[in-house]
């Protein structure tokens, strides 16, 4: 694996290794001091042409803890903003010595272009192209799911398990890496959405369970895990608010509040990629219940990402192409 692009055509056994040496990422992360040489004289760049907090914070952590230089290049405040194309940005990070480039782009496609063009020769790490694909996020949402609901997870996927996405798949890059990687995992996987912020195709595709309000997909399953997506209004361009009829009809056809969380089983967990509509998409009593585990994917983002991080640069255990 030279880059980190997403989740389609990522093998189980390359999936399971990046778990696993995010296990002992997070592992590290216990101890006193919390830095490791691994990437020392090894430099990352940042390059972010859309908003982010969390994603470019926790990269950020995750190269400093492994010792590597850190360059934050965002399109607010540099020629990204005056219209450098994608490909003179890259000639400059590659004359600039860049090992490895984390790129969030608002344009599908954008991190393959990147690693696919010749510009530069460092690893891309995609950190959310468009409606596409952000395969960290992907991957330290299963890490969350294996540590809770998986015993003695290292080495093992998510089999058997059943794990719900609720919300606007259609404009989830968070979706569409998650049904990849669960499917490819080997958990049956429940995607509920209203028929307009469905993916074309997705109702007939015999391996995944389509259902059109969350109270039909709780009567169908029991669940083990949640996974409750933003309501990205910021994408619903072209189509207006056609989308979905009002935020009440979208709370409470969709909406995850007590009542719902109290009809799946005890030890199911709810997950959020952030940011969250709290009383959109979610209620305050489901984000801060005992089994929201949302904070936890945070810090198991910084430990992803170092595993990523680790297993492109240091040539070391490299999973195969
Ligand atoms: C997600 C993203 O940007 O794709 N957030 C994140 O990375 N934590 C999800 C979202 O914006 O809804």
Do not use: C
Request: net charge negative; no cysteine; proline share 4%.
């Amino acid at each position: 694996m030279k880059h980190l692009l997403g989740t389609q055509d990522m093998s189980r056994a390359d999936a399971t290794l990046i778990l696993d040496t995010t296990a002992q990422m997070a592992a590290t992360q216990e101890r006193e001091i919390r830095k490791l040489p691994t990437l020392r004289g090894r430099t990352v760049v940042n390059l972010f042409f859309e908003d982010s907090t969390r994603t470019r914070i926790s990269f950020e952590a995750a190269a400093k803890r492994l010792s590597a230089d850190v360059i934050n290049f965002s399109a607010k405040g540099s020629s990204l903003s005056k219209g450098e194309s994608l490909k003179d940005t890259a000639l400059t990070l590659q004359a600039m010595g860049a090992d490895a480039v984390v790129i969030r782009h608002w344009a599908s496609g954008a991190a393959d272009r990147l690693a696919h063009s010749g510009w530069m020769h460092g690893a891309v790490l995609n950190a959310g192209d468009g409606t596409h694909q952000h395969p960290t996020q992907a991957l330290l949402d299963a890490f969350t799911m294996r540590r809770h609901l998986v015993d003695s997870p290292e080495g093992k996927g998510l089999d058997g398990l059943t794990v719900a996405i609720v919300g606007d798949v259609l404009h989830s890059r968070v979706a569409g890496s998650n049904i990849a990687l669960l499917k490819t995992l080997g958990a049956n996987v429940v995607v509920v959405a209203p028929p307009t912020l469905l993916p074309f195709g997705m109702a007939s595709r015999t391996d995944i369970s389509v259902h059109y309000t969350l109270d039909s997909a709780l009567e169908a399953h029991d669940l083990d895990a949640i996974m409750m997506l933003r309501v990205q209004r910021e994408r619903m361009t072209g189509g207006g608010s056609g989308f979905f009829p009002s935020p009440e009809e979208y709370t409470r056809l969709f909406g995850l509040d007590r009542a719902r969380m109290d009809r799946m089983p005890d030890h199911a967990i709810i997950l959020h990629p952030g940011p969250m509509n709290r009383g959109l998409e979610i209620s305050a009593e489901a984000a801060d219940s005992p089994r929201s585990v949302i904070v936890e994917q945070v810090s198991n983002g910084v430990a992803v990402r170092m595993a990523a991080l680790y297993l492109l640069l240091s040539g070391e255990e490299a999973p195969s192409e």
